[in-house]
């Protein structure tokens, strides 16, 4: 049971919600499993800090849509293969799991507590679509996906570095970065024919970062090849 002083902001919610429905088509048993997941994670972040105090109230937008947004951006007549670095509270792995059922998911976190609430999670919403990578990074095995995400996980030449051996040419970067996506892209100038930036649709500053890289093109710190 989560606290009266966290109550869920109602006006937020159903704005979300519409948003999730007349975007992504989501069923009534989605629409379900995504308010189990709301009241799981509400209760957590009691234990442990998964969200941020400041945005319980309003975790709909801030965080489910926040997350269930980047399914715009893909092929929805295609299954695919996702991978989504340092997972923390489940966003956006555990909402586009949801949303995705003939998609694959893995979730990689390192750190125990997490990969714990994780496993819980995903448990009690059977996604059987979904599976923890409980390790750093750096140790999960060489594999390739379709689509690679990280909310707010690394800088971009860290996180290309690091993630590169999972993607191929044809890899989809899908990469919320908050209000310094466009300063990231513009700090490489050799980026700005890779990668572009959409606007979020939950914060008007906001944005997401979205492309497609050949891996060889990668340099040992995150730049691009010549």
Known sequence: MTRPDIEVNRQDRQQALDWINSRLGATDAQIEH???????????????????????????????????????????????S??????GAGLPGIVLAI?????????VERRPLRISWLERAIDRLELRNAHVCGTAVAAVPDQKFDVITARAFAPMPKLLAMAGRFATKDT???????????????????????????????????????????????????????
């Not at 972040?45 to 975790?59: D, F, G, M, S």
């Not at 996702?82 to 997972?87: F, H, P, Y």
Request: charge should be negative.
């Open 34 to 80: 995504l308010h189990m997941f709301v009241r799981m994670l509400l209760e957590e972040a009691e234990e442990q800090n998964l969200i941020a105090a400041a945005t319980r109230r309003i975790i709909w937008s801030r965080h489910i849509l926040d997350s269930a947004q980047l399914l715009d951006h893909v092929p929805r007549e295609t299954s695919m």
């Open 172 to 226: 989809l970067w899908l990469l919320p970065k908050g209000r310094s996506a466009n300063d990231e892209v513009a700090a490489i100038p050799s980026w700005q024919n890779t990668f572009h930036v959409e606007p979020s649709v939950t914060d008007s500053e906001s944005g997401i970062i979205v492309g497609r890289i050949d891996p060889k093109a990668i340099g040992p710190k995150g730049g691009v090849r010549r």
């Open 82 to 87: 996702w991978i989504d670095l340092g997972s």
């Open 99 to 107: 949303l995705r059922p003939a998609d694959q998911f893995t979730l």
